[in-house]
């Protein structure tokens, strides 16, 4: 979920390259991988190692304040080199994101953004989009949308405070598939809303409970802990709850 | 979030009926309140009063297993009385709520069914609709998406791993303002879609900024903690973070 805006990489890259010894690594950060690729490459001298890279972690928090200790422990790290990349390069980025307690993933950068674009960047953009919807609806009131939201609104408030400015740039530098994404998103939207207005229950029901199974496997996978967070875990933890 | 099938609440209705002694109060804890009425108030007896009630709150989870002593503290309940009912009897519901540790609101059915549409009902639509999405995406494997769910992903799959049979219900039974508030949603992300396509990075920026605002009132009026949760609380406060 870190990003840098990719128009400042191009004017980086360009001014770092005369700099850059060779043997040297050059890597990123960044969510969108195609975009920083078609910005940084062309600046990189003969010699120099361009690995772009790209963490899977972070917080609803940016900047460095937001960093913690184990913000990295058991979280993914995809790296994304171009084709002809020196494999002992490779292999020193790979274990510099092992040390720092990351798993090590390598693919293409295309495959990365489609990727991203469905666990990270159409799940912002409707989380951004329906806060703004319920701010729009005068029916209903801000105080109201607000006083409700634990019935499930306000985890989507959360990711919607991720920063605007890098959200604004992880949009326009990851278009295509973005776009890809949020045209199926709309397509299986459209069905269910087909689904509701018709009473078809039976198919309702049978995505209710195919979703399930993703849940468990992200939990068993790690990427989450089965601990329940609507009641938000802290009011969980004083109860005597029987666990299950 | 609580809900119970509304098709059973009219047998139950009917059951019970001729059981209860007048000045008795019957009420409810459904997600929808409009059917609920239709459904129960035609079996109540004359000098009975029904008073539906709504407690916005609950987790992930369902079941008597799935309640905790805090459940309701400082949650609201919301309490959606028809013409004419009797202000002693309502009061007494209102109490009953208040020494749960609820805060208790009151207003009109339809009114309730519209503000929680969009606070509760479409945001688990479209969580669920996500995940599905994710799920179908054939060039992304069931692998792929749960390893990389840390950059926002996984907090759908908490949401759409809520009862499927509570869920189909609730969107069946409040079928008029699911629709109404989706159609808008719908219109929204169009737009947004549209922005992305023209690369207008400017109204994607007021909308995210925007949406910090409300995350702001949910959290001043403690329906959430600032806490930071995508790391997950746990891993956070391991760390020796800033206080910000």
């Known amino acids: 979920m870190l990003a840098t805006p990719v128009g400042a990489f191009g004017v980086l890259a360009k001014t770092i390259a005369p700099h850059l010894k060779p043997g040297a690594i050059v ?43 184990e913000l990295f422990d058991g979280r993914w790290c995809i790296l994304t080199p171009l084709k002809g990349t020196n494999q002992r390069a490779l292999k020193t980025l790979r ?74 740039d992880v949009f326009l530098n990851n278009k295509e598939a973005v776009l890809e994404v949020l045209g199926r998103f709309s397509e299986d939207l459209s069905a269910l809303q087909r689904q509701i207005r018709w009473g078809d229950g039976d198919s309702l029901f049978k995505l209710f409970t195919r979703t399930r199974d993703i849940r468990r496997g992200v939990i068993d996978a790690g990427q989450d802990s089965a601990e329940v967070n609507f009641g938000r875990n802290v009011a969980v933890k004083k109860s005597k709850r029987r666990p299950r």
Chains 1, 2 share one sequence.
Request: without cysteine; aromatic residues 8%; glycine residues 10%.
């Open 95 to 168: 274990t510099f994101w092992e040390q720092l307690g990351s798993k090590v993933d390598v693919m293409d950068a295309k495959h990365h953004d489609l990727v991203l674009a469905v666990t990270s960047h159409v799940p912002h953009l409707i989380a951004y989009n329906i806060v703004g919807t319920a701010d729009d609806l005068s029916a209903v009131t801000e105080g109201e949308v607000i006083k409700y939201s634990a019935g499930g609104f306000r985890d989507f408030t959360r990711i919607a405070a991720s920063d605007p400015t890098m959200w604004r």
């Open 27 to 69: 890597t990123d950060v960044g969510s969108v991988k195609g975009a920083v690729i078609a910005d940084v490459s062309p600046h990189i001298p003969k010699g120099v190692h361009f690995i772009p890279a790209h963490p899977i972690a972070g917080t609803e928090r940016s900047g460095p304040d937001a960093g913690f200790a």
